[in-house]
């Protein structure tokens, strides 16, 4: 009984988790089918004009990598469904042998109920009791015998169900494997016929082998030309930053310089302004207290004053008279408390009024001298954060395929040609436009080859973009990331594509390492 609880549970994990996978698969080949519609789609654009391309070449065989990805994925799911069908054949045999067991057990009951007539004769049976209670432990043990043979029977029925959906559940396994199978044979014809595609495309490469190399060398050599170009515009522009570097180092000092100047001569002038409105404020703080200490002391005497009077009136006579003297001498006390308190209180105010003065005097000052650095241009400096975005910069196309990197690499398809490379190239459609990758100011744009280029400044690097049919910006303007830079022009081949470069001053550095799609 555990073996065969174990056996179900494992069954019906596996069919579970073979299902996640099958599922996973066909979502993957799903997505597949569609990059490779849209790899046919851009071949069927791009395959009058640039055939013979490496763009080209490369779209081939991304797709052949695709298709050849599709069908080991159907590989997957063919063997899952293999698995799961031996898993059903087994679960099969075995609900056979236990029906086959409840069909023995439920045809020897059969036979020994018809070989014991007293049971088939239910009446004679009981009424053959000798008592009462005999009787009717007969009745129950008839009905206990009637339920276990129906019990019997709907075991025999649910049994052979459970068989028949196995049965029919194997059936639509095998008619699944059957559509796979009919997949994959239509997946290897298409993968042999587009590899046969690649083989003419490759026997096309090489009837034109003399006329493309000849092109090939001839774009090395003009990519030699443009990387001389770029070199000696890079030196230039060192040269001249140094320069302006240097002006600008002696400018800033003597502006420094005058500003210090100006700024102490603002602060002389703003404290002699200042100095009689202090003076003035401390005289009148001095001036304060003292009346507020004047009429302290009147106050103080005025009180004495009034204790005395009180004391005498209080012994001479206790009149009411006197007693409105007391009032009339204690409205005095309080008048004079009051003009206490008033001389305090422009004391105060005197002493905050000082204070006040001197804040804003300081506040002057360095309002004064900050005014007067910039007015002299001093601190105005400005950097570049470039460096500080590596692997963070943006692409320059919105859509295209890298089909050179950075660095010498084989040609693909003409071993004996090696190529060196300053940066990367990119497939584009036609009409591409190319955008910059960073803020920065354009140093220049120049023709080079039949085609135009555009190098921006960032700092202490440079980004370049070449193989421009048109271009959208001039030298000294001021650019951000995704501003157009021009049209990405036709190449040799037929393919249009963009040559993107970063240098770091006068080295050229890996665009992969920097930019991000």
């Known amino acids: 009984m555990t073996k065969r609880i174990s056996f179900f549970v494992g069954l019906l994990l596996f069919a579970f988790v073979s299902g996640q996978k099958k599922e996973q698969l066909q979502k993957q080949n799903a997505e597949i089918k569609r990059q490779i519609a849209e ?19 490369n779209e081939v065989n991304k797709k052949i990598g695709l298709r050849e990805k599709v069908y080991n ?29 409840l069909r023995k057990n439920y045809a020897d009951v059969l036979v020994k109920a018809y070989k014991n007539k007293g049971v088939q004769n239910k009446v004679t049976f009981i009424l053959s ?21 129906d019990k019997k029977a709907a075991e025999i029925m649910g049994a052979a169900q459970q068989l028949q959906k196995t049965v029919d559940d194997r059936q639509k396994s095998v008619k699944e494997k059957e559509n796979v199978l009919v997949s994959q044979k239509t997946e290897l014809l298409t993968i042999e016929a587009e590899r046969k595609q690649r083989e003419n495309l490759l026997g096309e490469f090489k009837k034109n082998e003399a006329e493309l190399t000849a092109q090939i060398r001839k774009k090395q050599a003009e990519s030699r030309s443009l990387e001389s170009k ?29 500003a210090k100047i100006a700024a102490e001569k603002e602060k002389a002038r703003i404290e002699a302004e200042n100095r009689a409105k202090l003076e003035a404020a401390a005289e ?37 008279k006197e007693e409105a003297r007391k009032i009339a001498a204690e409205k005095d006390a309080k008048e004079a408390a009051d003009r206490a308190k008033a001389a305090e209180d422009r004391a105060a105010a005197a002493r905050a ?15 004064a001298e900050s005014k007067t650095m910039t007015s002299f241009g001093v601190g105005s400096a400005s950097g570049s954060n470039f460096a ?19 660095g010498r690499q084989p040609h693909p398809v003409f071993k004996n040609i090696w190529e060196d490379n300053t940066g990367i190239k990119i497939s584009v459609p036609a009409g591409t436009v190319a955008k910059c990758v960073f803020p920065g100011e354009v140093s220049k744009v120049f023709v080079d080859g039949g085609t135009k280029n555009v190098m921006v400044r960032h700092g202490s690097y440079f980004t370049i973009y070449s193989n421009l049919q ?23 081949d037929g393919s249009y594509t963009l040559d993107f470069q970063i240098w770091n001053d006068k080295n050229p550095v890996d665009p992969m390492g920097w930019i991000s799609r």
């Open 39 to 57: 790899i046919n789609a851009n071949l069927a654009k791009t395959q009058k004009e640039a055939k013979l391309s490496v763009a080209y070449l």
């Open 230 to 258: 770029i070199r000696s515009i890079i030196a230039e522009e060192i040269r001249i930053a140094k320069a302006k570097e240097e002006a600008e180092r002696k400018a800033e000092a003597e502006r420094m310089r005058l």
């Open 284 to 320: 009148a703080k001095r001036k304060a207290e003292a009346e507020a200490r004047r009429l302290a002391d009147i106050e103080k005497k005025k009180a004495e004053e009034a204790r005395s009077k009180a004391a005498a009136a209080a012994k001479a006579d206790a009149t009411a």
């Open 470 to 492: 048109s271009t959208s910006v001039t030298a000294g303007q001021r650019v951000s990331a995704g501003t157009a830079i021009g049209t990405v022009a036709q190449d040799y």
């Open 73 to 101: 994925n159907t590989q997957k799911e063919k063997k899952l469904i293999e698995d799961d069908i031996y898993l059903k054949q087994l679960e099969i045999n075995r609900q056979k042998r236990e029906l086959g067991v």
């Open 388 to 406: 500080a975005n590596r692997g963070k910069i943006g692409f320059p196309v919105s859509q295209g395929t890298i089909t050179h990197y950075f």
């Open 353 to 367: 009024a000082e204070n006040a003065i001197a804040k804003r005097t300081e506040d002057a000052k360095k309002a």
């Open 129 to 149: 009791s000798k008592n009462l209670g005999e009787a009717i432990r007969r009745v129950q043990y008839l009905k206990s015998y009637s339920d276990y043979q």
